[in-house]
DNA sequence: GGAAATCCGAGTATTTTAGTATGAATTGAA
DNA sequence: TTCAATTCATACTAAAATACTCGGATTTCC
């Protein structure tokens, strides 16, 4: 039950461009450096994102990635998919053609699986790169607080 | 976001067992029979659940498996985590032993996979082996109704 | 004793993962 | 116009995980 680094690190790379959002392409060599990934395999998985029609690129000197919509309309439920694919505890359950299997009729675990899986995909289609900017605006002014109130 | 065949096969194996509570201890060449499965590849699977101490084992001929506890008592979740470990979409949130990362105090996307993994584990968590058997009995009235009114 | 089972460890083909390597194409700026 | 920064594309690969198979030892009912 366990995402690959496709998802892992294709999210931060994401957040990444959201909390750049506005101003400049940004090259993925800078997004690399800032989320500690190598540049190489973040370029593929940028480039699923980019068929996925959720960043843009501009390309030569100066170029780089911008989100292809602002940050509030790019759930984190979409990323996931576009790097990972539908998602799918088992294959019989999958989002989009899911596997037929000669059991379906009377499978119970079928139940579980679909729960589960629509269970994940509620919290992740509820979440946008807006929510976690904002999640990383509050975080840090709680550090920045804290810090004070020990003289730091 | 894929579950192994561990935890597919190993519910399946465990409902199957639900099924026949209160009787004879199940061999697990009929299991595997049932359920369609590698008998040898389940015995692996079982193997844990002893571990585990999901199901007690009685060795000989006319033996087989029970279940250590009522199905009511036996949930989805447990079982899981028998097979495949504490539930974790990405390492640095498992339930046991999360794995430390240095960017653990400021990264975002660590809210998200906490979530999920929170989402996922409630669901699990509530369900047990005896509502599973409660839907196959419904399914199964189901379907007689259905061949009933069909003419079958 | 023999058959039916569990138990145990080793081996293995295939697939997936998590990248690396190489180089071509594009474009802004000096 | 040349250079450097960048995206884009494809091929390759080492290591790990997956999903089993295989062989045989042990236990126990009949």
Redesign the pocket.
């Known amino acids: 039950m ?1 995402l ?3 998802g ?2 294709g999210l931060k790379a994401m957040f990444d461009l959201a909390q750049h959002y506005g101003t400049e ?6 997004v690399a450096v800032r989320q500690n ?5 973040l ?2 998985l ?2 699923r994102l ?1 068929k996925a029609g959720l960043v843009k ?9 911008i989100l292809a919509r602002e940050p509030g309309k790019i759930t984190v439920g979409e990323i996931i998919r576009a790097l990972e694919g539908p998602i799918a505890p088992v294959d019989c359950v999958k989002e989009v053609e899911p596997k037929e299997c000669n059991q379906a009729d009377y499978c119970i675990s079928r139940i579980v699986w679909t729960r589960v899986r629509d269970s994940i995909a509620e919290v992740l289609d509820s979440i946008s790169l807006a929510d976690m900017c904002r999640d990383a605006e509050k975080i840090h002014h709680q550090n920045r607080d804290f810090d004070q109130k020990r003289g730091g």
């Open positions: 366990r690959s680094t496709r892992h690190y392409p940004i090259p993925l060599k800078s990934l190598s540049e190489h395999y370029e593929q940028i480039a980019r690129s501009v390309r030569g000197a100066q170029g780089g990635y």
